[in-house]
């Protein structure tokens, strides 16, 4: 019937008083694989108010002796990177060995962050005064950077141990504290990861993670006056909060409609290859997967070709068997997929694949000759079924990639660099990839979306400064 696990407060484990858990469904087996607390509204409460206060004297904690912690919980991390990874691949269906990456790509952008914020807050500015008209050389200026206070970090189910960090070891290196809802399914992974950083011995009360229904302590939680920052990661509830939150920082990403803009000189075994990583990798459940193909007609014949021919290569099955396609997150994920790919048959789409689907899992699907009258010519499958629209300029391209709501990534495949990067700058999304299919990494990348895809940018060196203000102290001479 599941392990239950418990939630994480003032630095010891704990049962929720409301005698409530949440059941974590295995997606590839559908049973119960584990459960957890249902935390409630007062043991929310709770935690923000014990951030509040351990914020309070971590801030006054040199900042090497922050990142030697970081630094130390990062080394755990690696440590305990299979039973993490077997969490993820029975709580989210990861494929194992990607599974395994999650985990070391995270402990490496702990490290990471502890340098970079070492470096970062290490500098202050000083400034004078007669620079400005009217001034003389009476006032000497100090800035510096502080934390922010409570930091409340929101990761989706696709990387519940990178995207959790990813915001946790900024927050902490720049002094705040951490208050953690992960998502339902990756809270056990997450759990595992914050035991991590207990056993790197951080104060009691500055990381706390609560588990729960989104309906009891979703709007409690980012709506709560005691928190300072909100950093999330995940879809349309992201533009809920912002519209919620109150007067504070909002770090956002929320998804994407990547599109991958195919020229007619372009290597299309490259192309190709790209797609496949690009759109098929964790069965297209990441934000930056290739969403969308947009293939000029003179090589689309040849391209799908080529893709199909590595399509029918992918092995599709257990995420313990480390196969490429494993099921997705959810039933309802799996209708919702399921809806597009039937609205594009209906429409006329050419299927080069037959439509197959079992429980959760659903085989690799390439539509082709997809036209914007259909659903899924827009909207984001997070599934392993891509559409390429063919088009006759590069112009219709770039129009159906800024009609998109989304704007996050997107991908040019030319051998003309200049074409590549008057198309980049015509793009109107965060990230455009050069003869590559979009990825947020390297982690000290900068990482933004614009329009529905986010607010602010992210990647290690943003992320540390988004979430400190500056503070100036200016001596004012006789
Ligand atoms: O799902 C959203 C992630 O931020 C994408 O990260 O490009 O490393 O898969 P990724």
Same mark, same amino acid.
């Given at each position: 019937?599941?392990?239950?696990?418990?939630?994480?407060?003032?630095?010891?484990?704990?049962?929720?008083?409301?005698?409530?858990?949440?059941?974590?469904?295995?997606?590839?087996? @559908?049973?119960?694989?584990?459960?957890?607390?249902?935390?409630?509204?007062?043991?929310?409460?709770?935690?923000?108010?014990?951030?509040?206060?351990?914020?309070?004297?971590?801030?006054?904690?040199?900042?090497?002796?922050?990142?030697?912690?970081?630094?130390?919980?990062?080394?755990?991390?690696?440590?305990?990177?299979?039973?993490?990874?077997?969490?993820?691949?029975?709580?989210?269906?990861?494929?194992?060995?990607?599974?395994?990456?999650?985990?070391?790509?995270?402990?490496?952008?702990?490290?990471?962050?502890?340098?970079?914020?070492?470096?970062?807050?290490?500098?202050?500015?000083?400034?004078?005064?007669?620079?400005?008209?009217?001034?003389?050389?009476?006032?000497?200026?100090?800035?510096?950077?502080?934390?922010?206070?409570?930091?409340?970090?929101?990761?989706?189910?696709?990387?519940?141990?990178?995207?959790?960090?990813?915001?946790?070891?900024?927050?902490?290196?720049?002094?705040?504290?951490?208050?953690?809802?992960?998502?339902?399914?990756?809270?056990?992974?997450?759990?595992?990861?914050?035991?991590?950083?207990?056993?790197?011995?951080?104060?009691?009360?500055?990381?706390?993670?609560?588990?729960?229904?989104?309906?009891?302590?979703?709007?409690?939680?980012?709506?709560?006056?005691?928190?300072?920052?909100?950093?999330?990661?995940?879809?349309?509830?992201?533009?809920?909060?912002?519209?919620?939150?109150?007067?504070?920082?909002?770090?956002?990403?929320?998804?994407?409609?990547?599109?991958?803009?195919?020229?007619?000189?372009?290597?299309?075994?490259?192309?190709?290859?790209?797609?496949?990583?690009?759109?098929?990798?964790?069965?297209?459940?990441?934000?930056?997967?290739?969403?969308?193909?947009?293939?000029?007609?003179?090589?689309?014949?040849?391209?799908?070709?080529?893709?199909?021919?590595?399509?029918?290569?992918?092995?599709?099955?257990?995420?313990?068997?480390?196969?490429?396609?494993?099921?997705?997150?959810?039933?309802?994920?799996?209708?919702?997929?399921?809806?597009?790919?039937?609205?594009?048959?209906?429409?006329?789409?050419?299927?080069?694949?037959?439509?197959?689907?079992?429980?959760?899992?659903?085989?690799?699907?390439?539509?082709?000759?997809?036209?914007?009258?259909?659903?899924?010519?827009?909207?984001?499958?997070?599934?392993?079924?891509?559409?390429?629209? @063919?088009?006759?300029?590069?112009?219709?391209?770039?129009?159906?990639?800024?009609?998109?709501?989304?704007?996050?990534?997107?991908?040019?495949?030319?051998?003309?660099?200049?074409?590549?990067?008057?198309?980049?700058?015509?793009?109107?999304?965060?990230?455009?990839?050069?003869?590559?299919?979009?990825?947020?990494?390297?982690?000290?990348?900068?990482?933004?979306?614009?329009?529905?895809?986010?607010?602010?940018?992210?990647?290690?060196?943003?992320?540390?400064?988004?979430?400190?203000?500056?503070?100036?102290?200016?001596?004012?001479?006789?």
């Amino acid at each position: 019937d599941g392990d239950v696990y418990k939630y994480y407060s003032d630095g010891e484990w704990k049962k929720s008083s409301s005698g409530k858990t949440v059941s974590i469904i295995n997606p590839t087996t @559908r049973k119960t694989q584990y459960k957890v607390q249902a935390c409630s509204q007062e043991e929310v409460n709770k935690v923000i108010d014990l951030a509040k206060s351990a914020q309070k004297s971590w801030a006054k904690t040199p900042l090497w002796k922050r990142a030697e912690l970081l630094h130390k919980a990062a080394a755990i991390l690696k440590e305990h990177k299979a039973p993490i990874a077997e969490c993820l691949v029975k709580e989210i269906a990861k494929p194992a060995k990607d599974a395994v990456t999650e985990v070391v790509r995270s402990g490496d952008l702990v490290s990471y962050c502890a340098e970079e914020g070492v470096r970062i807050l290490g500098e202050g500015k000083f400034l004078v005064s007669d620079s400005f008209p009217g001034n003389e050389r009476t006032k000497y200026c100090l800035t510096s950077k502080i934390p922010l206070g409570v930091i409340l970090a929101i990761p989706p189910f696709n990387y519940p141990v990178n995207l959790a960090v990813s915001k946790i070891a900024p927050a902490l290196i720049a002094g705040n504290s951490i208050v953690l809802k992960p998502p339902t399914q990756g809270a056990v992974s997450a759990l595992h990861m914050v035991h991590c950083f207990h056993l790197a011995g951080f104060p009691k009360g500055l990381i706390s993670c609560v588990t729960g229904k989104g309906s009891e302590i979703g709007d409690f939680l980012t709506m709560h006056p005691g928190v300072n920052c909100i950093s999330f990661t995940g879809g349309d509830t992201g533009i809920a909060i912002s519209k919620k939150a109150g007067m504070i920082p909002l770090q956002m990403e929320l998804g994407g409609k990547d599109a991958c803009i195919v020229l007619e000189d372009a290597d299309l075994d490259l192309v190709a290859a790209n797609i496949i990583k690009g759109g098929f990798s964790y069965s297209g459940q990441r934000c930056t997967a290739v969403k969308v193909v947009l293939v000029m007609e003179s090589v689309a014949d040849a391209l799908v070709e080529k893709v199909k021919a590595k399509v029918a290569k992918l092995s599709v099955g257990a995420p313990e068997d480390d196969c490429d396609i494993t099921p997705v997150v959810s039933e309802s994920s799996a209708n919702f997929i399921e809806g597009l790919v039937l609205d594009a048959k209906e429409k006329g789409a050419t299927f080069c694949q037959e439509y197959k689907r079992e429980g959760n899992l659903i085989w690799p699907l390439l539509l082709d000759h997809v036209r914007p009258d259909m659903r899924i010519a827009w909207e984001e499958p997070f599934g392993p079924v891509l559409p390429v629209i @063919r088009i006759n300029s590069v112009e219709e391209g770039i129009h159906h990639c800024n009609a998109s709501n989304f704007g996050l990534q997107g991908c040019v495949f030319t051998k003309d660099v200049n074409k590549a990067i008057l198309i980049s700058d015509a793009m109107e999304t965060g990230t455009v990839q050069i003869n590559s299919a979009p990825a947020r990494g390297p982690d000290h990348f900068p990482f933004q979306g614009i329009k529905d895809s986010g607010i602010g940018s992210q990647g290690i060196t943003n992320s540390i400064n988004m979430m400190t203000k500056v503070k100036t102290t200016v001596i004012n001479l006789p």
